[in-house]
Nanobody, 128 residues
Framework: QVQLVESGGGLVQAGGSLRLSCAASGRTFSSYSMGWFRQAPGKEREFVAAISRSSGNTRYADSVKGRFSISRDNAKNTVNLQMNSLKPEDTAVYYC?????????????????????WGQGTQVTVSS
């Protein structure tokens, strides 16, 4: 069982930056690959970024490549999402997720169905 708590969301102007953090409970955090997803009002949840168990592999949605960066600290049980050059279309609730899949642990999966645990989300609003 893993419990995830996101923080760091807020209101920022277009072009600004935010850093989201996700704190995980449990002693086996390093055995999970981690991902960030987001859901804007009236839209389906979409993949943002993922990182493998050992940080060897990362994956990004095309819409955030070059602007967002995912990282993890297995000693602190945290995963972070650094978001730069934010755009109004980045406005959404951002969710942290953990996957116990062996495949995802190596390859950093983008499919939400492969994730077993989810946080409650943190709101990010980018004003134009």
């Amino acid at each position: 069982q893993v419990q995830l708590v996101e923080s760091g969301g807020g209101l920022v102007q277009a072009g600004g930056s935010l850093r989201l953090s996700c704190a995980a409970s449990g002693r086996t955090f390093s055995s999970y690959s981690m991902g960030w997803f987001r859901q804007a009002p009236g839209k389906e949840r979409e993949f943002v970024a993922a990182i493998s168990r050992s940080s060897g592999n990362t994956r990004y949605a095309d819409s955030v490549k070059g602007r967002f960066s995912i990282s993890r600290d297995n000693a602190k049980n945290t995963v972070n999402l650094q978001m730069n050059s934010l755009k109004p279309e980045d406005t959404a609730v951002y969710y942290c997720a953990a996957s116990g899949s062996n495949y995802c642990s190596i390859y950093a999966c983008s499919a939400a169905a492969r994730y077993d645990y989810w946080g409650q989300g943190t709101q990010v609003t980018v004003s134009s």
